[in-house]
């Protein structure tokens, strides 16, 4: 890749809309926290934790990501690392970033929801404010969980309904298809909140479907395995529907042996609203400009899909379409250069 587009593809207006705040937690943050709460880890140092980092699946990344965020116990340990990201995002050029979190990673462990939710708003609030960077909340449900358990979390969240825009599914996807929460997604979207979900990523196409058709969510995490099945892949084209995807996700996780094997302009290819993304940044050695970076190192990708790839960051946010249209102009701009 020359100089040149390695430079408009960290410097250009992007926005971020797939991350887990807890898989931003790098190692030099982890042991620092559990040092500040005394908090003994099974690592004994930010090297060998590091060094655990050989994922084979995602199964075998969230058994050390929820070790990692065994940290979290203080309401300033969740503005720390939302801060930390915030700075990181910041240096990428993301002017709005759309974060996840996992409350039942944190209320399971007896941290009260109300102590993660609002160190990691106060974060969010400083840098709109500092910065005018705009951000969202979604809260994941643990999909590994019980229906009845992601219900007794939205009761748990809706004193703390000003502080996040929608809902999301995470964690282990094979053998907990999207049916399993369409209920509680039904009472979401009657409560007006915005829905995502992670579908195809190590799982089949058609929880890709039933996340479209039973729990109506909006767009797409990952998704990758769509092109599984040409008839899905053609109606997330028609129907507009955003992918979020991931790429050094992917290849960590061994969901792509490598990273030119990745599907990336595959899917652009195929018509559909792609966008780029670091899911989960410290573990997978990298941010989002990393992300865009090496996948347009190893794969034939051009400036025009930077544009196009952009463009689609802000196109497929929840941001109002006001804002959207400045963030638009915003890229217009920076690409008319
Ligand atoms: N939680 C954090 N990262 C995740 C991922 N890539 N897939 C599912 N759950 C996650
Ligand atoms: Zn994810």
């Given at each position: 890749?020359?100089?040149?587009?390695?430079?408009?593809?960290?410097?250009?207006?992007?926005?971020?809309?797939?991350?887990?705040?807890?898989g931003?937690?790098?190692?030099?943050?982890?042991?620092?926290?559990?040092?500040?709460?005394g908090?003994?880890?099974?690592?004994?140092?930010?090297?060998?934790?590091?060094?655990?980092?050989?994922?084979?699946?995602?199964?075998?990344?969230?058994?050390?990501?929820?070790?990692?965020?065994?940290?979290?116990?203080?309401?300033?340990?969740?503005?720390?690392?939302?801060?930390a990201?915030?700075?990181?995002?910041?240096?990428?050029?993301?002017?709005?970033?759309?974060?996840?979190?996992?409350?039942?990673?944190?209320?399971?462990?007896?941290?009260?929801?109300?102590?993660?939710?609002?160190?990691?708003?106060?974060?969010?609030?400083?840098?709109?404010?500092?910065?005018?960077?705009?951000?969202?909340?979604?809260?994941?449900?643990?999909?590994?969980?019980?229906?009845?358990?992601?219900?007794?979390t939205?009761?748990?969240?809706?004193?703390?309904?000003?502080?996040?825009?929608?809902?999301?599914?995470?964690?282990?996807?094979?053998?907990?298809?999207?049916?399993?929460?369409?209920?509680?997604?039904?009472?979401?979207?009657?409560?007006?909140?915005?829905?995502?979900?992670?579908?195809?990523?190590?799982?089949?196409?058609?929880?890709?479907?039933?996340?479209?058709?039973?729990?109506?969510?909006?767009?797409?995490?990952?998704?990758?395995?769509?092109?599984?099945?040409?008839?899905?892949?053609q109606?997330?084209?028609?129907e507009?529907?955003?992918?979020?995807?991931?790429?050094?996700?992917?290849?960590?996780?061994?969901?792509?042996?490598?990273?030119?094997?990745?599907?990336?302009?595959?899917?652009?290819?195929?018509?559909?609203?792609?966008?780029?993304?670091?899911?989960?940044?410290?573990?997978?050695?990298?941010?989002?400009?990393?992300?865009?970076?090496?996948?347009?190192?190893?794969?034939?990708?051009e400036?025009?899909?930077?544009?196009?790839?952009?463009?689609?960051?802000?196109?497929?946010?929840?941001?109002?379409?006001?804002?959207?249209?400045?963030?638009?102009?915003?890229?217009?701009?920076?690409?008319?250069?």
């Amino acid at each position: 890749m020359d100089a040149a587009l390695r430079d408009i593809l960290i410097k250009m207006p992007k926005a971020e809309l797939h991350m887990h705040i807890e898989g931003s937690l790098e190692p030099e943050l982890i042991f620092a926290l559990a040092k500040r709460n005394g908090v003994t880890l099974d690592y004994p140092s930010v090297e060998a934790l590091r060094r655990a980092y050989a994922f084979t699946d995602l199964q075998s990344f969230l058994d050390i990501y929820y070790a990692g965020a065994s940290v979290l116990l203080k309401e300033q340990d969740f503005y720390d690392m939302t801060w930390a990201y915030l700075e990181r995002a910041r240096a990428d050029n993301v002017r709005h970033a759309e974060i996840f979190f996992d409350p039942q990673t944190h209320t399971d462990r007896g941290v009260p929801f109300a102590t993660a939710i609002t160190g990691i708003h106060r974060a969010l609030r400083d840098a709109e404010a500092k910065w005018g960077m705009s951000t969202g909340l979604i809260m994941c449900f643990l999909r590994h969980l019980s229906e009845e358990e992601a219900f007794a979390t939205l009761e748990q969240a809706m004193p703390h309904r000003d502080k996040f825009i929608g809902v999301g599914l995470d964690s282990s996807e094979r053998g907990h298809p999207p049916e399993k929460f369409a209920r509680v997604f039904e009472r979401c979207r009657e409560l007006g909140l915005r829905l995502v979900a992670h579908a195809g990523e190590e799982g089949p196409p058609e929880y890709i479907r039933t996340a479209l058709d039973l729990l109506k969510v909006e767009r797409i995490d990952h998704g990758v395995r769509c092109l599984e099945d040409s008839g899905l892949t053609q109606r997330l084209a028609r129907e507009k529907i955003a992918l979020t995807v991931c790429p050094l996700s992917n290849v960590k996780l061994r969901v792509f042996d490598k990273a030119s094997d990745h599907n990336l302009l595959k899917l652009i290819e195929a018509g559909l609203a792609v966008t780029v993304n670091s899911d989960d940044p410290a573990y997978f050695g990298g941010y989002v400009n990393d992300n865009f970076v090496q996948m347009f190192e190893v794969l034939p990708l051009e400036k025009n899909h930077a544009y196009q790839l952009a463009r689609n960051s802000f196109s497929a946010s929840f941001l109002d379409n006001q804002a959207k249209r400045k963030c638009l102009d915003e890229v217009d701009a920076f690409f008319e250069q």
